[in-house]
């Protein structure tokens, strides 16, 4: 038998098999002197154990032993497979039990956790709200972060994750994507309206990337046609939102374009269409774990993703007689309010029955210096977001490659060229008509699995309140 049997694949034994594996102590029954209910847990498992007195096997003295194992301590069992008799409801695997046989702690655990792992993930209703909520709050989940990624969901929710980095780094990979990893110290800003961290960098001012945007464009200048990146972004936002990190995992695409900008969208819209696949075809365990805890619908998309044009977005809403907290309709030469972009994405849902969409066509005030302008009406950009179940998880569009057209920009929205030499002579230099874009991990996730919140999709969350080791 091998050492450690995975109580994941608990279906495929057969009643009668003897299992050994190692788990962790979730919860102790006592029943008597001679019965315990242990429920033990591995990963995203927990499932019911008998401890009971027999012959030749269990003593009583056993069964007080076992029952004096705190939480979480770490122990080897031996246990052969039976049907519960009934349903064990407190426990996500049902139908089975384990009877044990022998039982030798690993790690003992003396001190209780700060927070009970089991009920930590644990919804009600608000009274008030009539809302389902989770029981502990946010902060409490980010204080006591060991504890809380060992829930089931959080283990589900990391494999996801997983999943999301293994396929946007394989499809890329097959459609000639070079992946590129590209320094975190800048010398400048690069992202408007978001800010940055500034590092002592020996007797001058470095800044933490906020997007390894001059670098990937920098890596078109030198003819690398193709690349992506997974790696840190950086983002000094005092924002205290839902939706805002102050660090997350940036995955950026950046491509040589033949014709039109719409090739790199046709792109990253093509991987998260194998990104949907991939996570409903491996996942259907970690996604009903999830569910459990944060109750959502399944992600619709269909097989043409809609495009709107900003414009067209403007309209749908100002249609459904949507208005801004002054009563103001919404202008199309301005960026979306929060409120405004979900309200977009349920009338989307309702005209065409999708969570998955693409707004083009970005008015110039909203985009940073780079983006190449719309040359049939300059007042908009070659440039999209994509939303998911109403809100922005995707930022990208065609670039400036034209360095005099570039200095320009920079000149009117108040860039000093002069602190980005290395990018603009790339332009000097020379670079194709290129287009890209950038995907938050976190954000994406969260949106994708409904989990309320985006630090619930960062395994250690970094915000303008948190920084813990
Ligand atoms: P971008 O790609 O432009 O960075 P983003 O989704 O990361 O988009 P921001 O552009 O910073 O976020 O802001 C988008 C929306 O998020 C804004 O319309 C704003 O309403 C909302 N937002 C940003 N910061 C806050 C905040 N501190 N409190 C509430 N809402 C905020
Ligand atoms: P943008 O600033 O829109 O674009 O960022 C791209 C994507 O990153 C995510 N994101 C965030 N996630 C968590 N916390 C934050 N504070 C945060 N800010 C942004 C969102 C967003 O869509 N250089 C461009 C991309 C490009 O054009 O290639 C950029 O950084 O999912």
Redesign the pocket.
């Known amino acids: 038998l091998p050492v450690s049997a995975k109580l994941e694949e608990l279906d495929s034994w057969a009643e009668g098999q003897t299992l050994r594996f190692i788990a962790r102590i979730h919860h102790v029954r006592n029943v008597s002197a001679k019965l315990a209910f242990i429920l033990l847990r591995q990963r995203t498992v927990t499932v019911q154990s008998v401890l009971t007195v027999r012959e030749n096997a269990v003593t009583e003295s056993f069964v007080r032993w076992a029952e004096h194992l705190k939480p979480e301590s770490l122990v080897f069992v031996e246990a052969v497979v039976r049907k519960a008799p009934e349903p064990v409801k407190t426990c996500n695997v049902h139908d089975y039990e384990l009877h044990i046989e022998s039982m030798h702690s690993i790690v003992e655990v003396d001190e209780a956790l700060p927070i009970d792992v089991y009920n930590i993930d644990q919804v009600e209703e608000n009274p008030e709200t009539k809302q389902v909520e989770l029981r502990a709050s946010n902060r409490m989940r980010t204080t006591n972060r060991i504890a809380y990624l060992r829930t089931p969901t959080m283990q589900s929710v990391f494999r996801i994750q997983s999943t999301v980095t293994n396929i946007f780094r394989s499809v890329l990979n097959e459609r000639g994507f070079t992946e590129i990893h590209t320094p975190k110290l800048q010398p400048a800003a690069t992202?408007s309206?978001?800010s940055v961290f500034p590092v002592k960098y020996f007797g001058r001012t470095a800044y933490l990337a906020q997007s390894p945007q001059l670098a990937k464009q920098m890596c078109i200048s030198a003819d690398f046609d193709r690349v992506f990146e997974i790696g840190p972004v950086f983002?000094a936002?005092?924002?205290?939102?839902h939706?805002?990190l102050t660090e997350y995992t940036g995955l950026d695409l950046e491509m040589a374009i033949d014709r039109h900008y719409h090739e790199a969208l046709d792109m990253i819209d093509a991987v998260f269409k194998a990104i949907f696949t991939a996570i409903y075809r491996k996942h259907s365990k970690e996604l009903d774990l999830i569910k459990t805890r944060f109750p959502h619908e399944d992600l619709v998309w269909l097989d043409h993703t809609p495009r709107l044009s900003f414009k067209e977005a403007i309209a749908l809403l100002n249609e459904s007689g949507w208005t801004d907290d002054d009563g103001k309709p919404a202008l199309d030469t301005e960026?979306?309010?929060?409120?405004?972009?979900i309200r977009v994405g349920q009338l989307v849902k309702e005209k065409y029955g999708t969570d998955y969409y693409i707004i083009d066509k970005f008015p110039a005030s909203?985009r940073p210096f780079y983006t190449h302008l719309d040359e049939e009406d300059p007042a908009y950009t070659n440039s999209f977001?994509i939303f998911l179940r109403g809100?922005?998880i995707v930022?990208g569009g065609q670039r400036i490659h034209d360095a005099a057209t570039l200095a320009d920009r920079m000149r009117k929205v108040g860039v000093d060229p002069a602190a980005m030499e290395e990018y603009f002579q790339g332009f000097q230099w020379g670079a194709p008509p290129h287009a890209g874009c950038g995907v938050?991990l976190e954000?994406f996730l969260f949106l994708m699995l409904n989990l309320g919140d985006i630090r619930n999709a960062s395994l250690f969350p970094r915000d303008p309140k948190s920084l813990q080791s």
Do not use: V
């Open positions: 992202e309206g978001a983002r936002e005092d924002s205290n939102t939706r805002h960026d979306l309010s929060t409120r405004a972009e909203a977001d809100q922005e930022s938050g954000r």
